[in-house]
């Protein structure tokens, strides 16, 4: 197990915030990340089991007194307001030459938020459940530049009013009996994400790959794939008599009919984030 990739348990997506037997945890707006320990070295491991140890130099300055370790967690970038933000730490991740890593360093530099731990000094501790996972990783990783340990919270309704005022990604509810599977996307852990919600006009059909461009107050907010497909045929009959030019990849539309959409957040350039369809509003 120990510097070899692994593939890591996954959640569920869940509507409303469990209660009896959870615990809860903030949804961190990074990559999955799995941090390797022997007692000499730190690897990185996406979730994907991709090595990006070398995108994050940072992290050969964490401090853990272990032989070894394995934490399963979030890497990510705060920005200027102490939030994570999706784009900055998916630059650091993409930064492919010396150079651009040196200066992600510099100017975006990555904190990795440990919320499990699967293994310590030479033992698998898969098979204990959550809440005895979680005592051992408190004592384990202590607070610094690099490295933190996502605190965990009783009550799920609380902590989602209080990110859903601060406009953070959601949270992540976990059985605290439950095992770590593996490979496994388990209905013992849910995530609950705080999705925006807006009213959008469609502006043109993207010709090859299906999309519908969206304006919103008169200003291009995205393109949105995630539409049903009783709602694009529809949508297909209408535009016809919409259409007000084409060039190679658009149709241009008369954007006078509206949606609402839901969406995960803006983008630095004021982009929605996977917006998805709900509903036409006439």
């Known amino acids: 197990m120990l510097n070899t990739p692994i593939k890591p348990m996954l959640m569920h997506k869940s509507d409303a915030v469990p209660t009896d037997n959870y615990i809860h945890q903030l949804k961190w707006d990074g990559f999955r990340c799995l941090m390797h320990y022997d007692g000499q070295q730190f690897r990185l491991f996406t979730r994907h089991q991709n090595e990006c140890t070398l995108q994050f130099p940072e992290m050969k ?72 996972r979680l005592d051992i990783l408190y004592d384990t990783v202590h607070l610094s530049k690099e490295i933190s340990a996502s605190e965990s919270y009783q009550n799920g309704d609380e902590l989602f009013h209080l990110i859903s005022q601060m406009g953070l990604e959601g949270i992540v509810s976990k059985r605290k009996d439950s095992l770590y599977h593996l490979d496994t996307r388990s209905s013992h852990w849910l995530k609950v994400k705080n999705y925006q919600y807006e009213t959008v006009s ?43 030019g084409e060039d190679k990849n658009w149709i241009y539309l008369d954007p006078i009919v509206k949606c609402k959409v839901k969406f995960q957040s803006y983008t630095k350039n004021g982009l929605m984030r996977s917006p998805s369809f709900i509903e036409f509003i006439y």
């Open 61 to 132: 300055n964490v401090q853990v007194d272990v032989k070894n370790v394995i934490l399963d967690g979030e890497m990510i970038v705060l920005n200027s307001d102490n939030v994570p933000c999706f784009e900055s730490v998916m630059s650091r991740f993409q930064a492919s030459n010396e150079l651009s890593i040196r200066r992600g360093v510099k100017t975006m530099p990555a904190h990795f938020v440990a919320y499990d731990i699967l293994y310590l000094n030479n033992k698998d501790i898969t098979k204990l459940p959550l809440k005895e």
């Open 202 to 244: 469609i502006s043109a059909l993207r010709k090859k790959d299906f999309g519908w461009s969206l304006l919103h107050k008169e200003k291009h907010v995205g393109v949105m794939e995630l539409v049903p497909s009783n709602e694009r045929k529809a949508f297909w009959e209408i535009s016809k008599q919409l259409q007000i």
